[in-house]
């Protein structure tokens, strides 16, 4: 079940830019971040900090891993009822040399369910549900501000990985009658993290307090390096006051168009 860098898929030698946080012009995406409320410890509602100024830093490329299906689904809710905190992404793409917004881009990600699922891959995790192949994975064509508004979940966790969700961004892709997208050129495969104090109030949650998979921790994951946002960490700002009720999270990604 561990995603690791010998994935089927090697990773190319494309850099990425990724700011986050307080930022000028087109990089601003994050917002000051809320004071969590000091009842009801267990559900209590966090935001992760934002960063004081933009910091534009480029970074390597994340391994794509073992879960990806071709003909995800262009849609902006990737859900499909499945249970779980909501999760509001707004992920920005920027070309790294202009810092211009890159519009009509597709945005892809995937990530496993409260229990650890992947869907086409249901029972890896040792749970038995439904599996229609396309649960919590799909993807959504840029704005004119190079916003990618995508609706879903936070993710739960499996074994040896701490919680993320996988992204991909593409342009030049043609979408098909059956409502997904063929063709085009992927400009970079990267994966999305959590801060970990808001992930440890998730968890208390259910349909996540049940997964009795153990856990890894950021500082624990073989994939994540530590970087913060040059490594993909979202900067998360609660939906309500308590944790059940959600967030958005928010990056800009900054990719190389030539």
Not at 23 to 42: I, Q, R, S, Y
Not at 77 to 99: N, Q
Request: hydrophobic share 40%.
């Amino acid at each position: 079940m561990t995603d690791t860098s010998g994935a089927a898929h090697p990773i190319g030698r494309r850099t990425v830019l990724i700011a986050t946080g307080a930022t000028a012009a087109t990089l601003a995406v994050g917002a000051a971040a809320p004071e969590a409320p000091t009842a009801d410890k267990a559900n209590a509602v966090h935001s992760a900090p934002v960063a004081a100024a933009a910091v534009c830093t480029l970074t390597k490329e994340m391994t794509e891993g073992p879960y990806y299906l071709d003909g995800a689904l262009v849609r902006a809710d990737i859900t499909e009822s499945k249970p779980g905190v909501p999760l509001k992404l707004a992920l920005t793409v920027v070309d790294d040399d202009t810092c211009a917004p890159l519009a009509g881009a597709l945005v892809e990600i995937w990530h496993c369910d409260a229990l650890g699922e992947y869907s086409g891959f249901v029972g890896n995790n040792g749970h038995s549900e439904p599996d229609d192949g396309s649960f919590l994975r799909g993807g959504v064509l840029t704005n004119a501000g190079g916003v990618a508004n995508l609706t879903t979940v936070y993710p739960g966790w499996y074994r040896g990985r701490c919680i993320h969700i996988h992204l991909k961004v593409h342009t030049g892709v043609t979408l098909t009658s059956d409502g997904s997208f063929t063709g085009g050129r992927e400009l970079h495969t990267g994966q999305l993290f959590f801060d970990e104090t808001i992930t440890t109030a998730v968890a208390r949650i259910s349909p996540y307090s049940t997964n009795t998979v153990t856990r890894t921790t950021l500082a624990q994951d073989s994939i994540y390096d530590d970087g913060g946002a040059a490594s993909g960490l979202l900067t998360l700002t609660a939906l309500g006051s308590t944790a059940a009720s959600g967030y958005t999270g928010t990056l800009t990604v900054g990719v190389e168009t030539s």
